[in-house]
């Protein structure tokens, strides 16, 4: 498979071109970023060629998939185009800036019969699989509620730019803040954990602390706290924040009828109401997984691991939890 790479910044650097340099089913063959130089930086480490405009790199027939990591703004239209070049596309998540792009790139992916995965890795994380696989063995009963959150100290400490100066903090092209960023991960995660769909949400979103340059407040928000109540009964909480400082939290504890399960820092820990507890340990991986499993569907074949039409209920969630806020 020869890919082509939209978006050179830091998660194409730190996840997507190293595990496909990784794979032996895969060959990196195009590089594109508004940023000439980062597009060129790429080719000269890993082989392949910098292409001047996304239409140029779209345009070239050897290129059988592409991997979107460019800002939000233009996840839906890259994708689109992409995948109208007879392209499979693997795009960053979140999936795109509104509901009506996210269904159109869905449509899109049926009516060309390519591939379309979004970059939903929470899924791949090992004690993810392992709370999956502990779920459906029934290990802490019938489950009730659960909290989930994500927090870090923000992109202006993440971005190959780094500050409040970059696109994350341009509404224009990221179009939301915190919410998109990192509640997508958590409201997919939640849905897929427990097999159901957000039915119903409350939110609050403020911006609490981050700043442009000239000391302003940015336009995104840099924290949001939502109640979900998912279609099969459960009720919890999803936070995610930029603006936990010192330490990131990244975890979820499910409560159910016989016990609870914390998820977190590659453990699940089971504590059941008899008073027994286990704790698996996860060994570390190498690899996000979703790169190796984007390729194994191109090259293997069958149902893509997470298709942009398995994304759309956490998008429509994400997308209520934002009009809830703002409706207050
Ligand atoms: N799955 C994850 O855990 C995860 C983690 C971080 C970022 N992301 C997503 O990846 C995407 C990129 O984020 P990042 O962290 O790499 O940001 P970044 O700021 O480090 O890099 C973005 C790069 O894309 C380029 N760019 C922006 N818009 C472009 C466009 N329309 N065409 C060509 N190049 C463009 C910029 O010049 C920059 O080099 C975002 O959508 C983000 O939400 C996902």
């Known amino acids: 498979m020869k890919i082509g790479i939209i978006g050179c910044g830091r998660i194409a650097q730190e996840r997507h071109i190293p595990e496909y340099a990784a794979h032996p089913g895969a060959e990196l063959f195009g590089y594109y970023d508004f940023v000439a130089s980062r597009a060129e930086e790429m080719a000269k480490q890993y082989g392949g060629r910098a292409f001047t405009s996304v239409e140029e790199l779209l345009e070239c027939a050897e290129i059988d998939a592409v991997s979107v990591c460019t800002a939000n703004n233009a996840h839906a239209q890259t994708t689109i185009a992409a ?17 009506e792009e996210c269904e159109a790139m869905a449509a899109e992916a049926r009516r060309s019969g390519k591939v379309l995965m979004i970059a939903q890795n929470q899924r791949f994380m090992s004690e993810h699989v392992k709370a999956k696989e502990l779920l459906a063995l029934g290990v802490i009963g019938r489950i009730l509620t659960f909290r989930t959150c994500f927090g870090h100290s923000g992109p202006d400490h993440w971005s190959v730019d780094r500050g409040t100066g970059n696109w994350f903090f341009d509404k224009r092209q990221s179009v939301f803040g915190c919410m998109a960023d990192l509640g997508i991960h958590k409201t997919d995660l939640i849905q897929f954990l427990l097999d159901s769909e957000v039915e119903k949400v409350k939110a609050m979103t403020d911006t609490l602390d981050k700043c442009y340059a000239d000391g302003s407040r940015v336009d995104v928000e840099d924290n949001a706290v939502c109640l979900f109540r998912l279609k099969n009964g459960v009720i919890g909480t999803m936070t995610a924040s930029w603006t936990y400082y010192g330490e990131e939290e990244n975890g979820t504890v499910l409560y159910g009828t016989d016990g609870s399960m914390k998820i977190r820092d590659g ?12 704790l698996y340990r996860m060994p ?14 191109l090259i293997c074949g069958g149902a893509v691991p997470v298709s942009g039409e398995r994304v759309l209920s956490a998008m429509r969630a994400v997308f209520a939890a934002l009009d809830a806020a703002k409706e207050k």
């Open 83 to 99: 995948l109208r070049a007879g392209k499979h596309v693997l795009c960053e998540k979140p999936m795109a800036t509104s509901m």
């Open 267 to 278: 453990s699940v820990e089971v504590c059941l109401q008899s008073g027994d507890r286990v």
């Open 284 to 297: 570390p991986r190498s690899s996000s997984g979703v790169i190796d499993a984007f390729l194994d569907c």
